[in-house]
């Protein structure tokens, strides 16, 4: 496992851990083609602020049906 790939769990495990809320949504892609996320957290009971948040953020975004290449 990559350094960073151990740093990305180490995260999403964190968040979990706290009991915090979290969505992850599409946010993009880089100059190689390849997707990036956004993970969105908040406290305990916040999931229907995150949610609407996330969907706000996914309709704004032109590029969210898209798929990476050799998908």
């Known amino acids: 496992m990559t350094d960073r790939c ?3 769990i180490s995260r999403h495990c964190a968040s979990a ?3 915090n809320e979290a969505v992850s949504v599409p ?3 880089t100059s190689d083609g390849l997707p990036i ?3 969105l957290l908040g ?3 916040s999931e229907p602020l995150l949610l609407s948040v996330a ?3 996914m309709a704004a ?3 969210v ?3 990476p290449p050799n998908w």
Do not use: T, W, Y
């Open 6 to 8: 151990a740093a990305s």
């Open 17 to 19: 851990l706290s009991r």
């Open 27 to 29: 946010a993009g892609f």
């Open 37 to 39: 996320g956004m993970q």
């Open 43 to 45: 406290p305990p009971g």
């Open 55 to 57: 969907d706000a953020l």
């Open 61 to 63: 975004n032109p590029h």
């Open 65 to 67: 049906a898209r798929q």
